[in-house]
């Protein structure tokens, strides 16, 4: 991987926000992110606040050979804002990330519609999702949802029973497989070279703080979403309502 992106991750897994580093990294310095990286080792931190500068010093203690490894292991390729490959819907959003690590392929060019729900739901839910799916995909758009239990997997799995291309947004790092009873669907959408992606550290667990932000991405990506099913006040419609912003 290129050292210059390779510097994101480093900068990512020291706990630099993705605002802190979109207000940090400029279009005209394509060497800034490394020489952020050196100057933060060395100490020398950009104008931040004393509790941000304690913050990362207590993080950036990390081995670089390690997140490099798992990286190139992995095959994660990093987007950054700057990348034709970053979709445009993503970067319209307030808080649209400095990068993103994708696995597999996407072709953004192609609608998608985001599948979400909440974790209470009854059988309902999964007949709807066997009705509807189908007309969806046969009308060209894509399925993009979030890795969860429920009717997240679900809607994965009908993707991969169809070969109907489908796309993961993360709420963990991208080297992290949770839950883990989902471990051989995910290994099933890597054999098939389909997107997973993530805007979170490496080693980030599921963190409940993670929703939002995860959320928000899927929104941002999805021309509409589809829930089956949820209460009024689940975090799914959290989704529906970012989704309309």
């Known amino acids: 991987m290129d050292n210059e992106l390779l510097t994101y991750a480093f900068l990512l897994q020291a706990w630099y926000t993705h605002r802190e580093l979109k207000e940090l990294l400029t279009r005209e310095n394509a060497y800034w ?9 060395l100490g020398k931190f950009p104008i931040l ?45 307030p808080h649209a990330p400095a990068f993103f690590y994708l696995k597999g392929k996407v072709l953004w060019e192609t609608p998608m519609i985001g599948v979400v729900w909440s974790r209470r739901h009854t059988s309902y839910a999964e007949k709807i999702l066997e009705k509807i799916l189908p007309d969806i995909i046969q009308n060209g758009l894509w399925i993009v949802s979030w890795w969860a239990t429920w009717v997240d997997t679900l809607g994965h799995e009908i993707c991969i029973k169809n070969n109907w291309y489908t796309l993961v947004v993360l709420w963990t790092g991208i080297d992290v497989v949770y839950p883990s009873k989902n471990a051989q669907l995910f290994d099933k959408i890597i054999e098939r070279d389909w997107g997973v992606l993530s805007h979170f550290p490496l080693f980030t667990g599921p963190e409940q703080y993670n929703f939002p932000m995860r959320n928000e991405i899927v929104a941002a990506l999805s021309s509409g979403i589809l829930i089956p099913e949820a209460a009024l006040s689940s975090g799914t419609l959290i989704t529906a309502h970012l989704a309309l912003e």
Do not use: Q
């Not at 992110?33 to 080792?41: C, I, P, R, S, Y």
């Open 33 to 41: 992110a490394h020489e952020l990286w050196k100057n933060t080792k």
């Open 49 to 93: 606040s004393a509790w941000r500068e304690e913050k990362i010093k207590e993080k950036m203690n990390f081995n670089e050979e390690e997140i490099s490894n798992i990286l190139t292991k992995n095959k994660v390729e990093i987007v950054t804002l700057d990348d034709p490959r970053y979709p445009p819907r993503l970067k319209s959003i």
